[in-house]
């Protein structure tokens, strides 16, 4: 079991930053490859960003790509979501998950392949 608790999210103006922060319970950190999500308002749920297990490979949306960086740090069972360039359309609820895949180096952008999910953290960007 793996516990997900997001941090970090805010009202920002556009073109503004923020970190988002997610920090998982559980000693096999490392083996799990992680995902950021969001859903906005009357729109469904959509991959944002994922990183492998290794922290070696990462993958990103294409409306977040450029802007967007992700990142982990397997000793303190903690990623992030750099968040730079912000517009008004970034602005949902921010999700964590957890998903155990294949290797090490596997990651997704499937929501299906995620085991595990935070309570989310709310962006707003305002214009």
């Known amino acids: 079991q793996v516990q997900l608790v997001e941090s970090g999210g805010g009202l920002v103006q556009a073109g503004g930053s923020l970190r988002l922060s997610c920090a998982a319970s559980g000693r096999t950190f490392s083996r799990y490859a992680m995902g950021w999500f969001r859903q906005a308002p009357g729109k469904e749920r959509e991959f944002v960003a994922t990183i492998s297990g290794s922290g070696d490979n990462t993958y990103y949306g294409g409306s977040v790509k450029g802007r967007f960086t992700m990142s982990r740090d397997n000793v303190k069972n903690t990623v992030y979501l750099q968040m730079n360039s912000l517009k008004p359309e970034d602005t949902a609820v921010y999700y964590c998950?957890?998903?155990?895949?294949?290797?090490?180096?596997?990651?997704?952008?499937?929501?299906?392949?995620?085991?595990?999910w935070g309570q989310g953290t709310q962006v707003t960007v305002s214009s």
């Open positions: 998950a957890a998903a155990r895949l294949a290797t090490a180096q596997t990651l997704s952008s499937i929501q299906g392949n995620y085991d595990f």
